[in-house]
């Protein structure tokens, strides 16, 4: 292959002579139209590069990849992120369920031993989840409001898009459809941070409510039990 950096358009805008072991061909492109560029893009995610490092969570990632005139993917920030923070939730879940170590999670992430899979889980879970309060400028408190209904709304979403599901799982173009169809859709969702005050003020007026007619119960109670054992007490 030939080394060649693309930014964020995801389609390489400039044409070199690859030089790495006095290869001389030509490669890149000078325009979105080229479509043989000489180079084969690869999509790596950055967490299993970087493993969890401090700089990998504190700069959210967008990808864009073009064929042509052809945008094929593209996945923003918050959507890059939360896709992110829901990979690696159910592996962290799934190795704090199994005391022993999952020798599966330790070979997928290529770990040695079940406290690495668990620190690294761990820290991508964690981190995910922080840098996803950055990208939506939501607090802790309103983000975990914000994916618990995501989380109860999605299969619904997922049916009335799909409703005869994938077609073919490992094309990978099917994968950036779903990506392309979730970016506007939960963008504009966890984007609301007015719903999620609304939410969040609606439950805590509930909940003092509710602990307040429970101690107008108790002090009902209170009542019925002076009025009627209290003078049989003296």
């Not at 592996?91 to 022993?100: K, T, V």
């Not at 109860?152 to 073919?168: A, I, K, L, M």
Request: glycine share 8%; charged share 25%.
């Amino acid at each position: 292959g030939h080394p060649f950096f693309v930014g964020e358009c995801g389609h390489p805008m400039e044409q070199v002579v690859c030089a790495t072991d006095g290869c001389g061909e030509v490669v890149g492109s000078s325009t979105h139209s080229q479509k043989d560029t000489g180079l084969q893009m690869k999509d790596i995610l950055q967490g299993y590069q970087l493993d969890g490092s401090p700089e990998e969570h504190s700069n959210p990632d967008e990808f864009y990849r073009y064929e042509g005139w052809d945008l094929i993917r593209r996945l923003r920030r918050i959507t890059c992120t939360l896709l992110r923070f829901l990979i690696h939730l159910p592996l962290l879940l799934r190795d704090f369920g199994i005391a022993e170590g999952c020798v599966h999670l330790q070979k997928l992430l290529n770990k040695g031993s079940k406290q690495e899979v668990t620190d690294f889980l761990w820290k991508q879970a964690t981190g995910n989840f922080n840098l996803l309060c950055q990208v939506t400028r939501l607090n802790e408190e309103q983000l975990a409001i914000a994916l618990h209904l995501f989380l109860e709304n999605f299969g619904e979403w997922f049916n009335d898009t799909y409703p005869d599901g994938f077609s073919n799982v490992e094309d990978a173009k099917e994968i950036y459809e779903l990506e392309m169809n979730m970016d506007p859709e939960y963008e504009a969702f966890f984007g609301d941070k007015q719903k999620w005050n609304e939410i969040r003020n609606a439950s805590k007026s509930k909940a003092e409510s509710d602990k307040e007619k429970e101690l107008q119960s108790e002090i009902q109670e209170k009542k019925i039990f002076d009025a009627s054992f209290a003078p049989n007490l003296v």
